[in-house]
């Protein structure tokens, strides 16, 4: 019913990284209404649910619109310009105390690009410290690394336009069907219109994906890293390798092994690689024949062999799809070069259709966390390590280069280690809810209420992180602010506002702003209020001039539903380093990978190495963490909008049917979860939308009432930093 709708404005979705078009219909001054943008090549006027809804998430009854803060131990709510004075006074006070490295800001995916970039300024470029991070570091960072160390350029070379190209479908550990639901929904439109379509479901537990999948592969958890190796194993021992591409565009390597779960010493961790020849890799690959492989995995041989056929069949156009299920792994790093290594033998890459596709969960993981670099040892486009990145941040932000430490500090599980042992003294949380989803969550939560840390919270509506800062500050959501987001496929989204934030609430942007004023900072923050989004984006896109990453102007932005970068002479680039799409192309042959020196990809040695923890005698299951489709994130938004609180109005643990009967639990009732780190009581789901096989538990983490992080474990992979919270060992007790 659009009665009453005075107009319909062009948004991206605020949740998942598919980044959705979405016209949002506005009426007596509030957002009513939510429709698909039939403009966006994305989702051509699809939503999910989360997105036809996403508008009730501004109207909650305990939206956050008056600043607070913590006197005497109560939160009292004080007028915004004095909790910014706090702020500033405190992250000064801080510096001069204890030095520029113990004040930190911790954001997110979902910080708008103009957000992360004020930050990354503020905090890099004027303060000196490098303890900038973002949630991103828990979801996407494997993927980063992988991108660099396969390719040593980020992000996708292809596009969601490959989900119409390709007939076959392979998603490794990604429950598309919840996660990203309107790319899935194009998949399947494709195989109803054409016969020849093929999905295959290679994943540790049943889901929904698994049941519209043309085939279910399980495998046990870790052992992806095996059976990728076992399907280059078969794709050479059938000489289905694509020769032409291999000799011309293609070095092997290998790198360190035993690498541990994270080290303390953190950035001394560096996977350079070694060259090897191809026999030397096909040697290595002895290791992983089908038959070995089924061993570790419980794959049976014939359906790697059937994998590897699909790969190695030329008349098949492949995608790859991943997302947590490969990026929250020890081993992430490695895992995401195993898919390209197969990709790459087989020369299926960067032509329509054939496409690893790494896709991201945030609506701006890309956009501002990986863009822009919200990591502490990144800069936009660039790494502080680098002494001509250094210098193009210095001249650009306006500020002495020796401002800019050429040493990163700590990724998000050190920031928060740091905070709990005193390092750091002061964090600045915007967008997001550590407090729910930090691993081994009671360790930091313990940390940051000691005495004498200060935590400023950023947020819309109470949460656990909230609970614990000293002051709160009210954030505009996102069509209450105009902002850009990027979503997985390189493509830049701007939205204006749309309606007003209510109270005091101002965007996260515009109180960085606010805050580096009081500091003295107002030379490197001249903007005013009324087109700050427009001169902050073109500043930025000085860090990007080049056919590399060029992005599009602010004018162009503003009228499109998207734009992928890079985009050259008005051009957008489909396809990266494929010269027919890809300007920045220079080496006359039919691919140039110039992200690296010797203008290939790499193809990497990496071995099977076991999990951080596994079931033994005493904690004998499988924990493995994730999502639904009707809530996003920790669900401080998505359970406040009532149609998708009733949907799922708690999170549950989902078992296993003759566990659950060996335990005696029926549907509904409690069972409590062990680990040597913590435990929850939670309500058992037995046969519900997901079935794990035999040995192992699925917990959703949307749910502050059933904090299952308190149980997981904080190890990480040591190249990306990124822990793993797909398994750990927990026992399960009835109660
Ligand atoms: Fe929003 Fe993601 Fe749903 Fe699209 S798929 S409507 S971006 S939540």
């Not at 990604?174 to 016969?195: C, D, G, Q, T, Y």
């Not at 092997?252 to 779960?261: A, E, M, P, S, V």
């Not at 162009?556 to 051009?571: A, C, I, T, Y």
Request: glycine share 8%; net charge neutral; hydrophobic share 35%.
């Amino acid at each position: 019913n659009n009665s009453g709708i005075v107009s319909w404005q062009k948004s991206p979705c605020r949740f998942c990284g598919t980044g959705c078009g979405i016209l949002v219909g506005v009426s007596g001054g509030r957002a009513v209404a939510v429709k698909g943008d039939p403009n966006c090549s994305v989702n051509k006027g699809l939503c999910c649910m989360k997105g036809y809804h996403s508008v009730q998430s501004l109207y909650a009854k305990d939206r956050l619109t008056k600043a607070k803060v913590r006197k005497n131990g109560q939160m009292v709510e004080v007028p915004i310009q004095e909790a910014l004075d706090l702020v500033a006074s405190k992250l000064k006070q801080t510096i001069e105390s204890h030095g520029k490295d113990s004040v930190a800001i911790y954001g997110s995916g979902q910080w708008t690009i103009p957000d992360g970039y004020v930050a990354s300024k503020l905090f890099k470029g004027c303060l000196g410290t490098n303890n900038v991070e973002a949630n991103a570091r828990l979801c996407m960072a494997s993927a980063v690394t992988g991108f660099m160390t396969t390719f040593g350029i980020d992000e996708p070379m292809g596009c969601y336009e490959d989900m119409d190209h390709a007939n076959v479908f392979i998603t490794w550990g990604n429950n598309m069907a919840e996660m990203h639901p309107v790319l899935f929904s194009r998949m399947i439109a494709n195989r109803k219109r054409r016969s020849n379509v093929r999905i295959i479901d290679f994943a540790t537990r049943f889901t929904r994906t698994s049941q519209a999948a043309d085939m279910s592969i399980l495998f046990k958890p870790q052992t992806d890293l095996a059976v990728a190796n076992a399907i280059c194993y078969e794709i050479i021992r059938n000489d289905w390798v694509n020769w032409n591409f291999v000799n011309e565009h293609v070095s092997f390597h290998k790198g360190k092994t035993n690498i541990g779960y994270g080290t303390e010493d953190h950035f001394a961790f560096q996977d350079k690689g070694e060259n090897i020849s191809f026999a030397e890799y096909k040697q290595f690959l002895e290791d992983y024949t089908p038959e070995k492989v089924e061993k570790i995995s419980g794959v049976p041989a014939k359906d790697i062999k059937y994998l590897a056929a699909l790969y190695g069949d030329p008349s098949q156009k492949v995608t790859s799809f991943w997302c947590m299920g490969m990026n929250q792994h020890t081993r992430g790093t490695w895992i995401n070069n195993l898919v390209y290594n197969i990709h790459l033998l087989v020369g299926k890459i960067s032509t329509p259709g054939n496409s690893p596709f790494s896709l991201t969960g945030q609506p701006s993981a890309c956009g501002t966390v990986r863009e822009v670099g919200t990591l502490t040892h990144k800069l936009p486009h660039g790494v502080v390590m680098n002494e001509h990145d250094r210098e193009m941040a210095a001249r650009i932000w306006d500020v002495p280069v020796t401002n800019i430490d050429p040493k990163p500090t700590y990724h998000t599980v050190e920031m928060f280690r740091a905070l709990d042992r005193g390092d750091i003294r002061f964090i600045w949380i915007q967008v997001t809810n550590p407090m729910v989803t930090m691993p081994n969550l009671r360790r930091y939560r313990n940390g940051a209420q000691k005495d004498d840390r200060f935590v400023v919270v950023s947020d819309v509506y109470p949460t656990p992180t909230t609970d614990v800062a000293d002051v709160i500050l009210p954030a505009a959501m996102w069509i209450e602010q105009e902002g850009l987001f990027g979503n997985s496929e390189r493509r830049t989204q701007h939205f204006a506002q749309i309606v007003d934030p209510p109270g005091d609430a101002m965007s996260d942007t515009w109180q960085i702003i606010e805050v580096a004023r009081r500091l003295g900072f107002d030379k490197q923050f001249p903007w005013s209020e009324e087109n700050y989004i427009e001169k902050i984006w073109e500043e930025y896109r000085l860090f990007h001039a080049g056919p590399k990453h060029e992005m599009a102007p602010y004018k162009v932005l503003r009228e499109r539903s998207g734009v992928q970068w890079p985009f050259v002479n008005g051009k957008e680039t489909r396809w990266r380093f494929n010269p027919k799409h890809d300007p920045a192309c220079t080496n006359g042959k039919d691919f140039d990978f110039y992200g690296k020196k010797d203008n290939r990809a790499w193809i990497w040695a990496r071995p099977y190495e076991p999990a951080a923890e596994s079931p033994d005698d005493e904690y004998n299951f499988w924990l493995n963490t994730g999502r639904v489709i009707e809530h996003w994130h920790t669900g401080s938004m998505t359970r406040r909008i009532p149609v998708l609180h009733n949907a799922v109005p708690s999170a549950y643990v989902e078992l296993n049917p003759e566990d659950a009967a060996e335990l005696g639990v029926v549907n509904g009732e409690m069972v409590r979860i062990i680990s040597r780190r913590g435990q929850i009581i939670i309500p058992a789901q037995i046969n519900g939308r997901g079935v794990p096989p035999r040995g192992m538990v699925f917990v959703p983490f949307f749910d502050e009432s059933y904090l299952v992080n308190e149980v997981t474990l904080d190890a990480f992979c040591p190249i990306s930093k990124q822990p793993d919270y797909k398994k750990c060992a927990v026992r399960l007790e009835k109660v």
